[in-house]
T-cell receptor, first 111, second 114 residues
Framework: SQKIEQNSEALNIQEGKTATLTCNYTNYSPAYLQWYRQDPGRGPVFLLLIRENEKEKRKERLKVTFDTTLKQSLFHITASQPADSATYLCALVDSSYKLIFGSGTRLLVRP | DAGVIQSPRHEVTEMGQEVTLRCKPISGHDYLFWYRQTMMRGLELLIYFNNNVPIDDSGMPEDRFSAKMPNASFSTLKIQPSEPRDSAVYFC????????????FGDGTRLSIL
């Protein structure tokens, strides 16, 4: 079955630095991959979607890459701010046509 | 714009009781999803509907769980009888156009079964 792996350890960085989060997947080659942000006590919020034929997608300070050979997506936040502190989830549609989510990586941006 | 609305936000009840969670999707969206989130298992898809029709309920843990979507603007997730292991945060989400499209989540119902 499809498996998504995200670093379970929190990423702690200094304000202004670039945060890089990793999403690895196995056993399937999805056509799309999505990234969501989740704040405590709230539902996930969609951030970016990248297609398999897109190597990179940008939105303001956010950048997502999608390497189908490595089966990996990287999520970057440049010029990070304390307000970027949250848990970030990657998700993809698996071979059973369900959207499955990784367990998320918590990002802490220190002022 | 109104997002996905879930009620109640919190529910505390004793085991054996019936629990009903409610969801109002974004108007015009044709897909509706129910998820459960726990620390141990993360965010899991329970069931999803397309145009009010249940498409895949393979994530529903047991027959104690049931979901309905009587119309395009309302869905319920029911647990009867409830058990302590059902304690979790339950999210509803909706989307337009398919499984690969962005999903819009409500803020969830935090369910505690004593």
């Amino acid at each position: 079955s499809q498996k998504i792996e995200q670093n379970s350890e929190a990423l702690n960085i200094q304000e202004g630095k670039t945060a890089t989060l990793t999403c690895n997947y196995t056993n399937y080659s999805p056509a799309y991959l999505q990234w969501y942000r989740q704040d405590p006590g709230r539902g996930p919020v969609f951030l970016l979607l990248i297609r398999e034929n897109e190597k990179e997608k940008r939105k303001e300070r956010l950048k997502v890459t999608f390497d189908t050979t490595l089966k990996q997506s990287l999520f970057h936040i440049t010029a990070s701010q304390p307000a970027d502190s949250a848990t970030y989830l990657c998700a993809l549609v698996d071979s059973s046509y369900k959207l499955i989510f990784g367990s998320g990586t918590r990002l802490l941006v220190r002022p | 714009d109104a997002g996905v609305i879930q009620s109640p936000r919190h529910e505390v009840t004793e085991m054996g009781q019936e629990v009903t969670l409610r969801c109002k999707p974004i108007s015009g969206h044709d897909y509706l999803f129910w998820y459960r989130q726990t620390m141990m298992r993360g965010l899991e898809l329970l069931i999803y509907f397309n145009n009010n029709v249940p498409i895949d309920d393979s994530g529903m843990p047991e027959d104690r769980f049931s979901a309905k979507m009587p119309n395009a603007s309302f869905s319920t997730l029911k647990i009867q009888p409830s058990e302590p292991r059902d304690s979790a945060v339950y999210f509803c989400a909706s989307s337009l156009g398919g499984l690969n499209q962005p999903q819009h989540f409500g803020d969830g119902t935090r369910l505690s079964i004593l």
